[in-house]
């Protein structure tokens, strides 16, 4: 295909169509529309310096030979991004089908039952496995779902403090999302160690992460209840595959849920998109965010999907909406219900096991070796500690195509996931100069 050939037939309106639609408006040539509609104090009169215009098979070409120059390596960093497997079936059924990746939303429900009824699963998933009353079709990602949590809480909260409580070993780039969203809207985010230093005396929300960032599993009963007794509600960040095996936070009466779903079968995707969740205990539904999903009856008396609640949303209540999300990222959440159909309770349980055996066999060698590995329950990420030395493993492992978590000069994080092999393993024991075990 040439390159004049390639452009016509990827830009659209030919010179016929141009001279129709300049008819219409009432001008003879598209620069004397231009003339009429940019000012003349903003228009740029220069050329563009572009190279000459290739064909599709030279512009594949050159987008090939570009992806060729990323280094691809095995991730254990952790902090919400995991490998996953992608189901052949999903992959080719949904994230390569143009009936689902250039969905709209649905606004009308007579034509887009198959996409409402895969959204309702997804959000049933996220309630079931956080034990929250409601939840909504998904958030562009765990920080925004987090900060949007933030905001629920002000708004629900009778507590007058301006203060939200984040814990210090929640995600750091969600602490840089809570706190950014804050700044302009005048609360106080206080970043502490609730487990060392407690809670302040008055705040009107609180932030914890389920497990922590370092990968320590901690039992929150006593600081939810802390925080509802000073009238504040609590978030926590979830990962929803340990889910599968830990006791979900909506049992311990936390207030809000949220966290990501990429782990689900949603490829990292170099850092994004993936679908984030919020969910909700009963009594907050109609201050939750987002779109949110619902069953009603047809004409005929038939159950029937449509959006629920939309007089809490943006293009309906303006500037007095929940919030300005008004959109969801229903491609990867489709994908992430999908995968838990897929794989069903019992094997998504097979995967957290295996996936939380692999972090404790990569724990035990480390111990072996003389490392000191952070002596608190986990499920899948371990904190080990290497006095000066954390600069170092981490250069090691990346040169055996391992990349590892940099904490600070003394600790180094190392997350295992669904993708996890023995050969890994290996790989991260020769970083830290330990032999490991077989």
């Given amino acids: 295909m040439t390159a004049e050939q390639f452009a016509d037939r990827h830009i659209g309106p030919d010179l016929a169509d141009e001279r129709r639609m300049l008819e219409v408006v009432g001008y003879a040539s598209i620069d004397e529309l231009m003339d009429a509609a940019i000012p003349e104090v903003i228009r740029w009169q220069g050329t563009l310096q572009l190279p000459e215009p290739a064909g599709e098979r030279e512009a594949i070409a050159e987008l090939r030979a570009l992806a060729a120059r990323n280094t691809v390596a095995v991730s254990m960093i952790g902090l919400g991004y995991h490998g996953t497997h992608t189901p052949a079936v999903i992959r080719r059924n949904v994230l390569e089908n143009p009936a689902w990746y250039t969905a709209y939303t649905p606004y009308q429900p007579e034509i887009s039952q198959g996409r409402l009824e895969a959204l309702l699963n997804f959000q049933t998933m996220v309630t079931d496995l956080t034990g929250s009353a409601t939840a909504n079709a998904s958030m562009l990602d765990e920080g925004t779902a987090a900060a949007e949590a933030m905001t629920l809480a002000r708004r629900a909260s009778r507590c007058k403090s301006p203060v939200y409580v984040v814990d210090a070993d929640a995600l750091p780039q969600t602490i840089a999302v809570i706190s950014g969203r804050a700044e302009p809207l005048g609360i106080e985010v206080r970043v502490v160690d609730v487990e060392r230093d407690g809670l302040p005396a008055e705040f009107f929300g609180l932030h914890l992460q389920y497990p922590g960032a370092s990968g320590a599993v901690r039992d929150h009963a ?21 889910l599968t ?56 008396g038939n159950p029937a999907f449509r959006l629920a609640l939309q007089t809490r949303e943006q293009h309906i209540r303006r500037e007095r909406a929940t919030s300005n999300i008004c959109t969801a990222q229903v491609l990867l959440a489709v994908m992430a219900g999908m995968y838990a159909v897929y794989h069903g309770p019992d094997g998504l349980r097979a995967i957290a096991r295996r996936t939380h055996g692999m972090a404790v066999r990569l724990a035990a060698g480390l111990r072996a070796g003389g490392v000191r590995v952070a002596d608190v329950a986990f499920f899948d990420t371990v904190t080990a500690t290497v006095p000066g030395r954390a600069a170092e493993v981490v250069a090691a492992a990346a040169e055996r195509g391992v990349n590892l978590r940099w904490v600070d000069t003394d600790r180094v994080g190392i997350s295992c996931d669904e993708t996890t092999t023995a050969a890994h393993l290996r790989a991260v024991w020769a970083a830290f100069g330990v032999p490991g075990f077989d």
């Fill in 222 to 242: 006593r600081l939810v209840e802390a925080a509802h007794g000073v009238g504040a509600l609590v978030t926590v960040a979830a990962d929803l595959l340990a």
């Fill in 245 to 300: 095996l830990l006791r979900p936070p909506g049992e311990i009466g936390v207030d809000i849920a949220v966290g990501t779903t990429q782990r689900f079968g949603v490829p990292m995707g170099f850092g994004g998109p993936h679908a984030g969740y919020l969910a909700v205990r009963s009594g907050l539904e109609r201050m939750l965010p987002g779109r949110l999903v619902g069953v009603s009856r047809d004409v005929d």
